[in-house]
T-cell receptor, first 114, second 115 residues
Framework: AQSVTQPDIHITVSEGASLELRCNYS??????LFWYVQSPGQGLQLLLK??????LVQGIKGFEAEFKRSQSSFNLRKPSVHWSDAAEYFC????????????FGTGTRLQVTL | GAGVSQSPSNKVTEKGKDVELRCDPI?????LYWYRQSLGQGLEFLIY????????KSGLPSDRFSAERTGGSVSTLTIQRTQQEDSAVYLC?????????????FGPGTRLTVT
């Protein structure tokens, strides 16, 4: 069965600093990969997704992620963080060729200091 | 257009009572998913619908949990004889397609508290 690991439970960065959130997955084939963001009291919003092709994907709000097959990773990056980016971020994997139920990581809570 | 809606947004119930949670997916989305988000367990898949049928119920934690979907639209998640460990946020998502790289759009969730 597939699994997702987000090794950082909590990260604090200063506004304007760069950000990288780590995600590692376990799956035997090429998975579908997603990053979602959840603001307090809100549902999950899709930031970006990887299905195939170019391994560097661009998402909303200035986020990008890079799929590295050799490292089984799909890290999320942003060059310059804004205070409004403070939220919880979830990496998720979907299994190719079947109903796309998602398996989520445990999430990384991002705090932004001014 | 309208997103996924869920009701109620908050539900407090006494242990042993039954509860019903409702999900209204995005119009035209054939696939509907229920997830549970709780402290210590993260986000867990519960059940998935394709149309009105549920090909995958593997995530339902016990036979106290059931779900149905009617008219290929609204879904109801029912929890019978609620227990304190059922306290969580229940999230519903829908997608245009059930197979392949379908994006799932999530509702705001129902926060269930069992006292």
């Amino acid at each position: 069965a597939q699994s997702v690991t987000q090794p950082d439970i909590h990260i604090t960065v200063s506004e304007g600093a760069s950000l990288e959130l780590r995600c590692n997955y376990s799956y035997g084939a090429t998975p579908y990969l997603f990053w979602y963001v959840q603001s307090p009291g809100q549902g999950l919003q899709l930031l970006l997704k990887y299905f195939s092709g170019d391994t560097l994907v661009q998402g909303i709000k200035g986020f990008e992620a890079e799929f590295k097959r050799s490292q089984s990773s799909f890290n999320l990056r942003k060059p310059s963080v804004h205070w409004s980016d403070a939220a919880e971020y979830f990496c998720a994997v979907g299994v190719t060729g079947t109903a796309s139920k998602l398996t989520f990581g445990t999430g990384t809570r991002l705090q932004v200091t001014l | 257009g309208a997103g996924v809606s869920q009701s109620p947004s908050n539900k407090v119930t006494e242990k042993g009572k039954d509860v019903e949670l409702r999900c209204d997916p995005i119009s035209g989305h054939t696939a509907l998913y229920w997830y549970r988000q709780s402290l210590g367990q993260g986000l867990e898949f519960l059940i998935y619908f394709q149309g009105n049928s549920a090909p995958d119920k593997s995530g339902l934690p016990s036979d106290r949990f059931s779900a149905e979907r009617t008219g290929g639209s609204v879904s109801t998640l029912t929890i019978q004889r609620t227990q304190q460990e059922d306290s969580a946020v229940y999230l519903c998502a829908s997608s245009l397609m059930a197979t392949g790289p379908g994006e799932q759009y999530f509702g705001p969730g129902t926060r269930l508290t069992v006292t």
